[in-house]
């Protein structure tokens, strides 16, 4: 069958068509790669060229088709409009997260330190040591007579007596004897003098002396013995 012949717009157009569509499209591309392949065989003489893809029918034109030409080869079939593929958006990487530097931790306040008992101890076992002090308190007085209850105190307070003067030095916190005329002045310490009665307006006050205080001028506590128990008061006694 005679294959018609392109007319120059014809040719323009399928040119346009054809630089897309080798572009774009891979089989289109494989398909112009054979046939130059096989126009450049015939040019050297080397075998016969491949057969041609069957062309699809020619567009319709308003011009008369001229005859071909028997020596023409077989052009292409048509190709359709260029496809051109959207591109693809750009992957964008995460934004990585501001790095936050954590909050310390509150420091906890520091605990306070727990009073030593061993002092406290070792005047108590001194007390008992000396004058019984902790019989006598932890005796139960309710069914004795007062003049029984006399006698023991006498023994208690003279060995009480001597502990304390042994081992401290006390002086009153004020002079003077109770129910003396005394005067507050301004600045005293609250801790040393305790008011009571009628306390009003600002100081110097004049009241009665109704105690003087102790205030303890010096210790002289015996060292405690390496390995002792602090909390053994007094030892038990057994008589054989």
């Known amino acids: 069958m005679p294959q018609p012949e392109l007319s120059p717009l014809q040719r323009f ?3 346009f068509y054809a630089f897309f569509a080798v572009l774009f499209r891979a089989e289109v591309a494989l398909a112009v790669h054979r046939i130059r392949e096989a126009r ?3 040019g050297e003489g080397a075998g016969a060229p491949p057969e041609p893809m069957p ?9 008369p088709i001229a005859a071909p030409s028997p020596a023409a080869p077989s052009p292409p079939p048509p190709i359709p409009g260029p496809v051109v593929a959207a591109p693809a958006p750009a992957a964008t990487s995460p934004r990585p997260a501001p790095h936050v530097a954590p909050s310390p931790a509150p420091a906890r306040p520091a605990e ?29 007085l309710a069914g004795f007579p007062d003049a029984s209850i006399g006698a023991a105190a006498r023994a208690v307070h003279a060995g009480c007596k001597k502990a304390l003067q042994e081992y401290f030095r006390l002086e009153p916190v004020l002079g003077g004897a109770e129910g003396a005329r005394v005067t507050v002045e301004r600045g005293f310490d609250a801790a040393a003098i305790r008011l009571s009665g009628n ?16 205030r303890a001028k010096e210790v ?21």
């Open 13 to 15: 157009v399928l040119a």
């Open 112 to 140: 306070p330190a727990k009073p030593d008992p061993r002092p406290a101890l070792q005047l108590l076992g001194l007390l008992q040591r000396e004058g019984r002090f902790v019989d006598f308190l932890e005796e139960d």
């Open 220 to 240: 002289k506590l015996p060292p405690a013995k390496d390995g002792q128990d602090a909390s053994l008061l007094a030892p038990a006694e057994v008589e054989l």
């Open 199 to 214: 306390v009003v307006g600002e100081p110097p006050f004049q009241g009665s002396l109704r105690h003087h205080g102790w």
């Open 55 to 63: 062309p699809a029918p020619a567009r319709p034109t308003a011009a």
């Open 40 to 42: 450049l065989a015939l």
